[in-house]
T-cell receptor, first 112, second 113 residues
Framework: RKEVEQDPGPFNVPEGATVAFNCTYS??????FFWYRQDCRKEPKLLMS???SGNEDGRFTAQLNRASQYISLLIRDSKLSDSATYLC?????????????FGKGTSLLVTP | EADIYQTPRYLVIGTGKKITLECSQT?????MYWYQQDPGMELHLIHY???????EKGDLSSESTVSRIRTEHFPLTLESARPSHTSQYLC????????????FGPGTRLTVT
């Protein structure tokens, strides 16, 4: 079983739409959760950390459900510039130096 | 912008050649990482380092080796490149473990013919 599982998409949505991505993780001991964004043929960049109580950053809202080992990202009022791949990321265990485990990513295409 | 650099950005090389992928960061981070990413696939950790003279293998088995002689420098070496090594290699660094953001370099896209 993979450490982090995501629906790969692609999600094709019109500008202004609201879109939600989901992610599940396998290690119940994980403590740190993130969403990264990766543009085509570019390096990943941190979009936002995910906190237990849920958090919001402008049009982006992240939620964490530890009991279900489930993370979500909601994007409101989608912009063309939101088109990218969104990576769900969970910290690993001591065997990997607590390095991050990346999901395969969910591809989003926002159309005019 | 993150201050982490990788060279070369693109490399096409023949089978059997020795190559070194360079990674440098100017943020003073102790923790550094190498990931491998194939097109459309997830990143896989191949090496990491806690600091100078510390290197460990990651989850994905790799024939590459790394060294950490200086805090800012974390090069990756392939002694004898093979077509199966064709991939994108991403270097990253972070201030600490787990909860800290990882900053990525732009990557090296390696093609072995």
């Amino acid at each position: 079983r993979k450490e982090v599982e995501q629906d790969p998409g692609p999600f094709n949505v019109p500008e202004g739409a609201t879109v939600a991505f989901n992610c599940t993780y396998s290690n119940s001991a994980s403590q740190s959760f993130f969403w990264y964004r990766q543009d085509c043929r570019k390096e990943p960049k941190l979009l936002m950390s995910v906190y237990s109580s849920g958090n919001e950053d402008g049009r982006f809202t992240a939620q964490l459900n530890r009991a279900s080992q489930y993370i979500s990202l909601l994007i409101r009022d989608s912009k063309l510039s939101d088109s990218a791949t969104y990576l769900c990321v969970v910290n690993g265990n001591s065997n990997s130096g607590y390095a991050l485990n990346f999901g395969k990513g969910t591809s989003l295409l926002v159309t005019p | 912008e993150a201050d982490i650099y990788q060279t070369p950005r693109y490399l096409v090389i023949g089978t059997g050649k020795k190559i070194t992928l360079e990674c440098s960061q100017t943020m003073g981070h102790d923790k550094m990482y190498w990931y491998q990413q194939d097109p459309g696939m997830e990143l896989h950790l191949i090496h990491y380092s806690y600091g100078v003279n510390s290197t460990e293998k990651g989850d994905l088995s790799s024939e590459s080796t790394v060294s950490r002689i200086r805090t800012e420098h974390f090069p990756l070496t392939l002694e004898s490149a093979r077509p199966s090594h064709t991939s994108q290699y991403l270097c990253a660094s972070s201030e600490g473990l787990g909860m800290y953001e990882q900053y990525f370099g732009p990557g090296t896209r390696l093609t072995v013919t």
